[in-house]
């Protein structure tokens, strides 16, 4: 029987039967991989259940210290003081109040710099010579202590608008750095064909940088969204009426250490939050814009 016949015959019998059945076509996992599956989903609730542990233990450690005076609980407080001041601010209302002007402070920060950061990313991707003139400002600028700069924001922007300020010149500079190096390293074998085609850099960008910059861009904005809250805290800290940072530093000045406390943990969950919807952010744009 020739080649041909039998693969002839292998498609009457097999491939036919095959298609027929779509089931024999699904692959069966072997014992292993299934064991190796259970291996890593009970690795996965290790992990997390390790987390929590961790945290129930330095909360009970820090408990116990504080209430054994092995530390002086009026300087440290301690989680049920915490809690019992967290409960009496959300009685009063403060407690949503002060959380979402921080929160909006920031996500406002982080649009501006994000959208002016990203613009800036592109024009020095478009042009290599003005690049190259503004690296070593953006360097020294992202060296410089931006604290520095709040008196001069202040008396510029006012105590508002300052704020944001804050925000914006911590995390900008970042933004432009990661943005362009990712627009730099996307894509350089497919540019390289596209500008021998004739492409030109608008339709390069557009088809080429701007998918294969996704996880650079994903990368950025969790970068960003820390930078920009830690502004936004430092801005209040400077010249605000509300906000998280506002209780840390009235809480410091009238020695409340469980105010200080409460507004540190308040301030722990917005990060972790907005980190949190960053993250869902980035895979739904990695979903969309898959790019290989």
């Not at 959380?99 to 800036?120: H, I, K, P, Y």
């Not at 520095?148 to 202040?154: E, K, N, R």
């Not at 080429?208 to 960003?224: D, G, I, R, Y």
Request: aromatic share 10%; glycine share 10%; hydrophobic share 55%.
């Amino acid at each position: 029987m020739s080649g041909f016949e039998q693969f002839g015959e292998l498609d009457e019998k097999g491939w036919g039967g095959m298609a027929e059945n779509p089931a024999a076509t699904r692959a069966v996992p072997s014992a292993a991989y299934r064991a190796y599956l259970r291996w890593q989903r009970g690795r996965i609730r290790r992990i997390r259940a390790g987390r929590w542990l961790l945290l129930l233990v330095v909360l009970g450690i820090w408990e116990l210290a504080a209430r054994l005076h092995w530390v002086d609980p009026m300087l440290t407080s301690m989680p049920s003081q915490i809690a019992t001041s967290f409960c009496a601010l959300a009685g009063q209302g403060q407690i949503g109040y002060h959380t979402w002007v921080t929160v909006q402070e920031t996500l406002g920060g982080f649009v501006l710099s994000m959208a002016v950061g990203g613009l800036a990313a592109v024009v020095l991707w478009w042009s290599s010579f003005l690049s190259k003139v503004l690296e070593p400002y953006l360097v020294v600028l992202n060296a410089l202590p931006k604290v520095a700069m709040g008196p001069i924001f202040y008396i510029w922007l006012g105590d508002r608008n300052s704020i944001y300020g804050m925000a914006v010149a911590i995390s900008i500079v970042v933004t432009v750095l990661m943005l362009e190096s990712g627009f730099r390293e996307a894509g350089r074998d497919k540019l390289k064909l596209m500008e021998s085609l004739g492409a030109t850099r608008w339709q390069m960008f557009k088809l080429v940088v701007l998918p294969a910059s996704v996880p650079s861009l994903v990368a950025t904005m969790k970068v960003n969204i820390g930078l920009t809250l830690v502004g936004v805290i430092m801005g209040e800290f400077l010249s605000s009426k509300a906000g998280l940072g506002f209780l840390i530093l009235y809480g410091g000045q009238v020695f409340q250490m469980n105010l200080v406390m409460t507004s540190i943990a308040l301030l722990v969950i917005v990060s972790i939050v907005l980190y949190g919807l960053i993250v869902v952010a980035g895979r739904l744009l990695q979903k969309r814009y898959r790019f290989e």
